[in-house]
């Protein structure tokens, strides 16, 4: 057998991908190996007669680590990013309206009455949860803010964002600093204020949103450019043993062969890294397989500028729950980003199923488009029959943060924490954007690393 690897990392999405990057920055010996034909897992851009859209993500916050990576590959002269200030909406009682993203839009939203603005105010004198347990995202807002904020403004931000379900969700592991607000200060609004008066915490995160001018997938594939054979396609992790080092047996097109290696990381799906770790972390392993991630269709379907009522001047919206469209929201890509679209021409980008709806996620494509025509007929006055340029599926989309979840990813460490060497790193664990799997990565790498250079990897190179 070959002398192993310092690390084998199993998935080629961005966080497979930067994970590696960073290995390899650090001086590693490190492969990348991804059962499919392509990297970027559910980053997908199409270019199709002169329109250019995404299948799944939109936009990319400028979150630092992210930023360092992209200039690091040499992207940063192809960042295009999207206009200023430009308004999201909310669609709720069957109309659109501006979604509140400052304290003065929520005093001057018609989303919520008057009843409404006066109970989220109120949010100074909520007393803080005495039992202080885990509580749901619907649960928490509607005790701090009233329930007509949590259903006007949360419920269809959580949908629209995570394709969940703001009452299944769990606060402390999506909005953990609200809840540490909360916590310390007694209430959300006295700990903004209290925050920003005494300029303590951290920075605030990068609010803009950037693409590149080839689309999203442009990542993806320039750090698989500069890695070469660094990412192997179309190989498959079918096994993972201990015996001294890591050995994996590989699947591909000419056969099996096994590598071995000091350290492995997992930076595939929850349950398909579940299934990976099988008998060698089974408490991590059931850990993994308890993560839901639901189905989800994105459709980009486009028309002529002239058949689209709505003036298309914003990102796009999300739709409230009980609402009479089948979408939960809908990205306005040609409206962001330039030559998103030929001349006179729109491109609209809407995401069908999640949790609230997963038989949804599973239609047909003609059902799937017409229902999603009926909606943008409905919601912006879309007219006549739609050119569809792309329809991507995710049989298992974003993971589902539900109540349990920090405990979930507690197990999950500790299980791993019983076999030296095995690492995990992906949007499950600490946040569901391209950014937040940038910076895990970056924290999965760094602990490879530290391991490598322990004691713990040198003993096991004596394997057979």
Same mark, same amino acid.
């Not at 329109?51 to 993500?57: K, N």
């Not at 698989?224 to 079918?238: F, K, T």
């Not at 050119?387 to 989309?397: C, G, L």
């Given at each position: ?31 990348? !190996? +991804?059962?499919?034909? /392509?990297? $970027? *897992?559910? #980053? @997908?851009?199409?270019? %199709?007669? =002169?329109?250019?859209?995404? &299948? ?122 609200? !809840? +540490?607000?909360?916590? /310390?200060? $007694? *209430?959300? #609004? @006295?700990?903004?204020? %209290?925050? =920003?008066?005494?300029?303590? &915490? ?130 306005? *890509? ?5 030559? %998103? ?124």
């Amino acid at each position: 057998m070959e002398n192993p690897l310092d690390a084998l990392i199993i998935g080629a999405g961005i966080s497979g991908l930067a994970c590696l990057w960073r290995l390899r920055r650090l001086g590693f010996d490190a492969v990348c !190996v +991804e059962a499919s034909e /392509r990297v $970027g *897992g559910s #980053i @997908r851009s199409h270019r %199709r007669d =002169g329109f250019l859209v995404e &299948g799944a993500a939109s936009g990319l916050h400028a979150a630092a680590e992210l930023l360092e990576l992209v200039h690091e590959v040499g992207l940063a002269d192809e960042i295009v990013p999207a206009p200023p200030r430009l308004p999201r909406f909310i669609y709720r009682q069957e109309r659109l309206h501006p979604a509140p993203l400052a304290a003065a839009g929520l005093l001057s939203t018609r989303l919520l009455s008057l009843r409404g603005k006066g109970r989220l105010l109120g949010e100074l004198w909520v007393a803080p949860r005495p039992d202080g347990g885990e509580e749901s995202i619907d649960s928490f807002f509607a005790r701090r803010f009233g329930r007509e904020a949590a259903e006007a403004i949360v419920a269809p931000f959580v949908s629209g964002t995570f394709a969940g379900d703001a009452v299944r969700l769990s606060v402390h592991a999506v909005f953990p600093a609200l !809840v +540490e607000l909360e916590a /310390r200060f $007694g *209430g959300v #609004i @006295r700990g903004l204020l %209290r925050r =920003g008066r005494d300029g303590a &915490g951290s920075a605030p995160r990068a609010r803009t949103v950037i693409s590149f001018r080839d689309g999203l997938e442009t990542l993806c594939r320039r750090i698989h450019q500069r890695l070469g054979d660094g990412v192997q396609l179309g190989v498959r992790a079918e096994r993972i043993e201990r015996a001294g080092c890591f050995r994996v047996s590989l699947r591909a097109a000419g056969g099996t062969r096994t590598v071995a290696a000091r350290a492995v990381v997992l930076a595939a799906p929850p349950a398909a890294a579940a299934v990976a770790l099988g008998a060698l972390a089974p408490d991590a392993g059931r850990a993994l397989g308890e993560i839901e991630g639901p189905p989800l269709a994105c459709v980009s379907l486009a028309w002529p500028r002239s058949r689209v009522e709505h003036p298309l001047a914003g990102f796009g919206f999300l739709v409230a729950p009980g609402e009479p469209a089948r979408i939960l929201g809908c990205f306005w *890509g040609s409206s962001l980003f330039p030559d %998103r679209a030929p001349p006179d021409h729109v491109a609209l980008t809407s995401f069908v199923g999640g949790s609230r709806d997963p038989e949804g996620g599973l239609l047909d494509d003609a059902p799937l488009v017409d229902a999603v025509s009926r909606d943008l007929a409905r919601i912006v006055g879309a007219r006549g029959r739609p050119r569809v340029v792309s329809i991507d599926r995710h049989a298992q989309a974003i993971p589902q943060y539900a109540i349990g979840h920090t405990d979930r990813v507690r197990r999950i460490r500790a299980g791993l924490d019983a076999v030296p060497g095995l690492f995990v790193t992906g949007n499950y664990l600490g946040g569901i954007g391209v950014g937040d799997c940038v910076r895990q990565a970056g924290v999965a790498a760094a602990a490879v690393g530290a391991f490598l250079r322990s004691a713990a990897a040198v003993a096991p190179l004596a394997y057979r």
